[in-house]
């Protein structure tokens, strides 16, 4: 009798993924054939645009295509949306470069990025790490673009085309750094004092949404993890495993500005992890400090002579200026043109 159940189980799961797989295959045909039919209607909107040659064609001609197509076929052309699938054509005119990964309404937002190399680095992440369009939307409206590449304060034509054709690629501790690092997620008012205890613990309720700013491969060890030496207890803050750097990620929490003990109480941590806590196979751990502000620490000297790899970033608990945040991107990109 036991084994009959056994063998039913195997069963129903069987073809349970038998029938998961399927239904993922129809999904995934019918995005690609809408948003091969999408981009079909773009060409020809933009085809007949063209011959047209008249001024106001956008506004009159999209309103009663749309109008006409929606008595028709009902929901799904309104103008605003045959105004996406021109510019689905306009954007991408190729249609093979176009993914079968993103959904049409990944490409909704993607379509109003107007910087090309901006929009590719977007479209790259999204497939690479598997984004929803929640998470999407979050991660341009938190401009990642631009934090990522002010992170090592060497912005670069170089860098600005690595991001684009590859996206964010993590091949070295540095790579997983951001700054500033954006927890509106929290719920937080902006500069309102906090223990780093309240902190933690809201991080810890928000984990998911705490990975995904993290960026990719990062998997949560826990909180206040215990580091002994001889009699005296310590506490790492939170520990993370990134599994592409193979590397354990520590974390220290800081509700004021960096100090320089921070980093020398964070490199203990990281000296013990690399002794007692690392596997054969896994790479030496970095360290993180995440503070309020970085203040007048300069990392270069604070870590001058130290083996590990630690990292210093600002937080913020607000979206951050877009608009800054692009201009002092500009400004770098600028500098660093003049030099050459």
Partial sequence: MENNILNNEALVDEIARIITNARNNVIKN???????????IGRIIVEDELKSKRGEYGKKQLLTLSKTLTKKFGKGFSRANLQNMRLLYLKYPNYQTLSSKLSWSHYCELLYISDDDKRHFYEKEAINANWSVRELKRQISTSLFERLLLSDGEANKKKVLELALKGNEIAK????????????????????PMMES???????R?????????GKGFMFVGTQQRVTFGNTHYYVDMVFYNKILRSYVLIELKTIKLMPEAVGQ??????????????????????LILCTDKGNVDMQYAIG????KIF?????????????????VEAVLLANDQAQ
């Fill in 30 to 40: 019918v995005n690609n054939e809408l948003i091969h039919a999408y981009w079909n």
């Fill in 173 to 192: 501790p540095e790579d997983i750094v951001k700054d500033p690092y954006v927890f509106e997620f929290l719920g937080l008012p902006e500069n309102k």
């Fill in 198 to 204: 309240d902190l933690e613990e809201a991080l810890v």
């Fill in 206 to 214: 928000q984990i998911e949404k705490f990975l995904l700013e993290l």
């Fill in 266 to 287: 964070l490199n203990m941590y990281l000296n013990y992890y690399e002794a007692e806590i690392n596997d054969e196979n896994d790479n030496p751990p970095i360290g």
């Fill in 305 to 308: 002579g130290l083996s590990n």
């Fill in 312 to 328: 210093a970033s600002k937080y913020i608990t607000y979206m951050p200026d877009k608009e800054q945040l692009i201009a002092q």
